[in-house]
């Protein structure tokens, strides 16, 4: 059995029920059950990584427990055919980081499910850049072109725009040929995001109607919303005819207050982002629209990064609202 020693980010609940983040020393055998012993180069900081660092049991039941939904590396052992020792593979969603020890560490252990391999044409950081946040932009646009959706039709808002999914969602958006309105609550961020490729940066007041009136003029064609609330309902009311409107985030709430009249007098469709549990046929697609067509230049310019010890100002800074596209941290390999 491997018994070797690695360094992983820790939280635990103290006696005064406060959450502790402290970097220890773990050994391999204590990792859970699983197919595929995998050394992270990367992982990336998402808000649900936030969320279960402050002892959120929505999000992480049991403590201790090492967060992390997001990594890349290599394998080290495997017990399926599927993957060797060698493979650069990439692990997001399912329950990594969330009740399964995360990938803020040196090793993950995990089913040989989770596993896929690093798209071609990506590099292990760039593949990690893009993580759990630019999955989830890119599930968003492959559902909305599925269901029609086409930059002809008129501009598509993000919401959150300078966060992790909103940062990659601009980009994306903006590569694959769509005028894009960012809606962000960061005036100082209007060049980071034009530079992203953001056509027109809007403060989140724009997307945050406060009248009682059940549809407004359409000035968008479609939005990807990750942040919930009145910002979704407004982005629904606002929406041009046909258009899509894309959920995955609730940092401003988890509340939606609507009428039906987007849907049934405008035809507006409203599209549900899982990417944790989004099929893996479908994802691969994605993936590889993430590799090529859909590629981002300058990924380097919307991240940071740190080492493991120096995760902390990070996650308080998400926690407060305050990201700014990606941070990554790169273990010692
Ligand atoms: N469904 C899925 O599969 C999925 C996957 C990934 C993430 N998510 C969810 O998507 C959301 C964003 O995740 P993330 O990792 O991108 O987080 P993030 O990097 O922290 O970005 C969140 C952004 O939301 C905006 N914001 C923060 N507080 C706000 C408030 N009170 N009102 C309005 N806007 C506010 C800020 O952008 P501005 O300052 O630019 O407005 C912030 O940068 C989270 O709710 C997360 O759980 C869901």
């Given amino acids: 059995m491997n018994?070797?020693?690695?360094?992983?980010y820790r939280v635990e609940e103290g006696e005064d029920g406060k959450f502790v983040r402290n970097i220890v020393e773990r050994n391999i055998a204590d990792l859970p059950e699983g197919?595929?012993?995998?050394?992270?180069?990367?992982?990336?900081?998402?808000?649900?990584d936030a969320l279960s660092f402050s002892g959120n049991k929505g999000v992480t039941r049991k403590y201790p427990h090492t967060p992390g939904i997001d990594g890349v590396g290599t394998v080290v052992e495997s017990k399926t055919p599927k993957t060797k020792a060698g493979d650069k593979v990439l692990v997001t969603s399912y329950d990594l980081g969330m009740n399964t020890d995360g990938a803020f560490a040196e090793y993950i252990r995990?089913?040989?499910?989770?596993?896929?391999?690093?798209?071609?044409g990506?590099?292990?950081?760039?593949?990690?850049?893009?993580?759990?946040a630019g999955l989830t932009a890119g599930i968003g646009l492959h559902k909305m072109e599925q269901m029609g959706q086409n930059p002809q039709q008129g501009p598509i808002v993000v919401?959150?725009?300078?966060?992790?999914?909103?940062?990659?969602?601009?980009?994306?958006?903006?590569?694959?040929?769509?005028?894009?309105?960012?809606?962000?609550?960061?005036?100082n961020l209007t060049d980071f995001l034009k530079n992203l490729g953001a056509a027109e940066v809007v403060d989140r007041d724009f997307v945050d109607d406060a009248s009682s009136r059940p549809l407004m003029k359409p000035e968008w064609a479609g939005g990807i919303d990750t942040v919930g609330g009145n910002t979704l309902a407004t982005l629904l009311k606002g929406c041009k005819s046909e258009g899509n409107v894309a959920s995955c985030g609730l940092v401003r709430?988890?509340?939606?207050?609507?009428?039906?009249?987007?849907?049934?007098l405008n035809g507006v469709n409203l599209l549900g982002l899982d990417s944790a549990?989004?099929?893996?046929?479908?994802?691969l697609k994605v993936w590889d629209k993430l590799?090529?067509?859909?590629?981002?230049?300058?990924?380097d310019k919307l991240t940071t990064i740190c080492k493991l010890d120096e995760l902390d100002p990070h996650i308080d800074a998400m926690l407060e609202g305050g990201s700014k596209g990606r941070v990554l941290v790169e273990m010692d390999v």
């Fill in 3 to 8: 018994t070797k020693i690695f360094k992983a």
């Fill in 277 to 283: 549990n989004f099929p893996m046929e479908e994802r």
């Fill in 122 to 132: 990506l590099e292990l950081k760039e593949t990690m850049i893009l993580g759990t």
């Fill in 253 to 264: 709430s988890p509340l939606l207050s609507t009428t039906v009249f987007p849907f049934i």
């Fill in 110 to 120: 995990v089913p040989a499910e989770w596993v896929v391999p690093i798209p071609s």
């Fill in 291 to 299: 590799a090529d067509s859909w590629r981002l230049p300058n990924m």
């Fill in 35 to 48: 197919d595929v012993l995998i050394k992270i180069h990367y992982a990336a900081l998402n808000y649900k």
């Fill in 159 to 187: 919401t959150g725009a300078s966060g992790g999914v909103g940062s990659m969602a601009v980009g994306i958006l903006a590569k694959a040929g769509y005028k894009v309105i960012a809606s962000t609550g960061k005036a």
